[in-house]
């Protein structure tokens, strides 16, 4: 199984990017898939999750109205579209797959396959 995530990059306060990550080696469409990010110094938290379907998705409070998960399951990839990006929003951003029950689909815990990270940095 592999997941790898791409997209990351330098950007300005305010700027817009996209992540994607593309899976292989698992039925994708049976997974839950999630973005997590890690800044430096910190533990690494939950960012949003989409079902199997993409007809549901979650996010964290912080990063609500500003980012959008998405997925495909015809090209196994799942995307995240970051908005309004904020210093504060630099991190390594990890996406993930599993299958957390709904009420713990924001533990990191609950995800069996992480992709390497991609470095997002915004500048102010």
């Known amino acids: 199984v592999q997941l790898q995530a791409s997209g990351g990059g330098l950007v300005q306060d305010g700027d817009s990017l996209r992540l994607s990550c593309a899976a292989s080696?698992?039925?994708?469409?049976?997974?839950?898939t999630a973005w997590f990010r890690q800044a430096p110094g910190k533990a690494r938290e939950f960012v949003a999750a989409s079902s199997w379907s993409g007809g549901t998705t979650y996010y964290s409070d912080s990063m609500k109205g500003r980012f959008t998960i998405s997925r495909d399951n015809a090209k196994n990839a799942v995307y995240l579209e970051m908005n309004t990006l904020k210093p504060e929003d630099t991190a390594v951003y990890y996406c993930?797959?599993?299958?957390?029950?709904?009420?713990?689909?924001?533990?990191?815990?609950?995800?069996?396959?992480w992709g390497q990270g991609t470095l997002v940095t915004v500048s102010s």
């Open positions: 993930a797959a599993g299958r957390p029950i709904t009420s713990a689909i924001r533990m990191i815990n609950l995800y069996t396959y």
């Open positions: 080696g698992l039925t994708f469409r049976s997974y839950t």
